[in-house]
């Protein structure tokens, strides 16, 4: 059994919130690739019971969403209404402790999680806040009309905890709204411990904080990973280029540029993290300018895409196939060509080879393959 199965997380997303801007609810809106929502659920992750609380007009949204992963119940016509069902949808499911979210906030972390878990030992009930720092003022019809005494003032976050009879008892005696659970709670007569709360922990609430939700996952986790492909044929010739390094060999590679297989699928590579296209819409075989060139150009204008966007290459792994020529005695000058033009670490590029056991052309030699794959990172 999960050390978490004791405690049921309920998770309230059941407003029409339009503050944010926007046609949709805020909950449904997304912050990089996933809604709102579906963060703050997934930051719970660990916890086997989770019921979310949804408008009535959202639970075939929600179905779709969440695909049995948790447990949904319609809401009522305030939070507080809300959730009372969700409260009595766990009525004898056996949980001794509910931590009662926001949807509309994504960020919480593990440590916020925990600490309020912990304090549920010692209090009845617990809820992260943070001490307000900024003075606070009074004010009309844009003066100030007084400064206020911020001391003892703390800013009330989410997951708010609870013992679960309690809550549930304290609910059941409180019939009209409340600002929230912590409010339900004390009116009930529970003793409530403030834990400490972080400031990431925001509630999403206007447009602004849609942009700054997007910012701050973007210091976090904007990863970025590509792959590329590419195939030269053999002609004539006393080497290959492979990685920007002059190899002698019996044969040449076939090519519009330099041929070089390898360096045009990192480039690649780097394109399709983008989502930029390829090499050959950047540079068309058909502009007579790059005959001859140096695949260098391919590479180095790819990474300034990346950099220009503010994505540096965090790493790269090129595979070159081919029978001959050998390449493992080249393949840390290649890496360390390649880490050159990308502006990269030496130790984040890697370059190796494989034989094809002389299958296809690459084993009958007829040319040179190469894969690459590349991640970006937004720094
Ligand atoms: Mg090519």
Same mark, same amino acid.
């Given at each position: ?95 001794? @402790? ?5 949807? +509309? ?5 593990? &440590? ?26 009074? &004010? ?7 400064? +206020? ?26 019939? &009209? ?88 699928? =990192? ?12 090499? &050959? ?17 391919? =590479? ?6 990346? @950099? ?15 029978? @001959? ?55």
């Amino acid at each position: 059994m999960s050390e978490n199965a004791d405690t049921a997380i309920v998770i309230v997303a059941a407003g029409r919130g339009t503050r944010a801007g926007g046609d949709t609810p805020k909950q449904w809106r997304k912050i990089g690739a996933q809604s709102v929502l579906s963060r703050a659920v997934a930051a719970f992750a660990g916890f086997p019971r989770i019921v979310v609380v949804l408008h009535p007009d959202d639970m075939t949204r929600g179905v779709r969403e969440f695909r049995g992963r948790v447990t949904l119940v319609a809401g009522g016509e305030s939070r507080t209404d809300s959730v009372r069902n969700a409260l009595a949808s766990l009525t004898g499911s056996g949980v001794d @402790r509910v931590l009662i979210h926001d949807g +509309a906030r994504p960020f919480v972390s593990p &440590g916020v999680i925990a600490r309020v878990i912990a304090a549920l030992d010692h209090a009845p009930a617990a809820a992260p806040a943070l001490a307000v720092t900024d003075a606070l003022w009074t &004010g009309a019809e844009g003066r100030v009309t007084g400064v +206020a005494d911020r001391s003892g003032l703390w800013r009330a976050q989410t997951p708010q905890g609870f013992h679960f009879d309690a809550i549930l008892a304290a609910y059941r005696n409180h019939p &009209g709204p409340a600002a929230d659970d912590v409010a339900v709670a004390r009116a009930s007569g529970l003793d409530v411990a403030i834990v400490e709360g972080e400031e990431e922990n925001v509630k999403i609430t206007w447009p602004a904080d849609f942009a700054r939700a997007e910012r701050h996952l973007g210091r976090v986790m904007d990863v970025r990973i590509g792959n590329g492909y590419d195939v030269h044929a053999f002609t004539e010739g006393d080497h290959v280029t492979l990685c920007g390094v002059r190899v002698p060999h019996t044969k040449a590679l076939l090519g519009h540029s330099d041929a070089d297989v390898a360096m045009h699928a =990192l480039t690649d590579a780097i394109y399709g993290a983008l989502a930029d296209g390829d090499i &050959g819409r950047h540079f068309p075989p058909s502009d007579p300018q790059w005959k001859g060139a140096a695949s260098e150009i391919f =590479l180095a204008h790819a990474a300034g895409r990346a @950099r220009a966007r503010g994505y540096a290459v965090s790493n790269a792994d090129v595979t070159i196939v081919c029978e @001959r020529p050998k390449i493992g005695p080249h393949a840390p000058e290649m890496a360390r060509e390649l880490a050159r033009i990308l502006d990269a670490d030496a130790d984040r590029v890697s370059v190796k080879a494989t034989t094809s056991e002389r299958l296809g052309f690459t084993g009958r030699e007829e040319g040179i393959a190469a894969l690459a794959t590349v991640t970006l990172v937004r720094s």
